[in-house]
C-alpha cells in the first residue's frame, strides 16, 4: 500500500526500511518501532508485510555473497514476514541509519543503547532493522520491493 498523499517533495528523500521477522513476530515491539518512525518525523509512504522470497533475499544480499554470514541471513530474512517500508524525510537516509544504530548488536548496545537495533537487536543476523545506505542504493532497492513506486 502506497500513500497517494500529496508531501513536499523539494526537502524529502526516500530510503527504504525493513523491519525483520523477529520483530514482525512481537506485535509489541513492531507497534514501538512504528511509533518510534513516526515520532522521528518520517512518513510512511508506502507499507507491505511480505515473507521476503529466497530468489529476492539472494539478489538483495548479493553483496555479501561468499562471506560467512551469507546463508544464515538469507534463512533468516526468508523465515517469517518482514514489515518493508520507503520512509520519507529531509535526509530520510542519514536520519534513518542513525535511529537504527550500529550495524553490530553489540556495538549499538553500549554505543547507542536508544537506537533500534540497541533496543530490539538480538544478534547481527537479527539487527532488527535495514536501510538503505546511499541514494544509488535506496532507488534500487525501493524498486526490488516496490516495483509499483516512483
Not at 541509519?97 to 548488536?105: A, C, E, F, N
Not at 532497492?141 to 516495483?147: K, S, T, V
Amino acid at each position: 500500500m502506497c500513500t497517494n498523499r500529496k508531501w513536499n517533495m523539494s526537502n524529502a528523500q526516500q530510503t527504504l526500511a525493513i523491519l525483520k521477522p523477529h520483530i514482525v513476530k512481537n506485535p509489541f515491539s513492531l507497534n514501538q518501532v512504528k511509533n518510534i518512525i513516526l515520532k522521528s518525523n518520517f512518513e510512511i509512504v508506502c507499507l507491505k508485510r511480505k515473507i521476503i522470497s529466497i530468489e529476492e533475499a539472494e539478489s538483495f544480499y548479493s553483496e555479501h555473497k561468499g562471506q560467512f554470514f551469507y546463508n544464515r541471513l538469507v534463512s533468516f530474512m526468508t523465515s517469517g514476514p518482514s514489515e518493508l517500508m520507503v520512509l520519507a524525510r529531509e535526509n530520510a537516509i542519514q536520519e534513518w541509519r542513525l535511529l537504527m544504530g550500529p550495524t553490530k548488536v553489540f556495538r549499538a548496545q553500549f554505543e547507542n543503547p536508544c537506537s533500534l537495533r540497541g533496543q530490539f537487536g538480538l544478534s547481527d543476523t537479527r539487527n532488527a532493522t535495514h536501510g538503505s545506505d546511499s541514494p544509488e542504493s535506496a532507488v534500487k532497492e525501493i524498486q526490488l520491493f516496490f516495483p509499483e513506486f516512483s
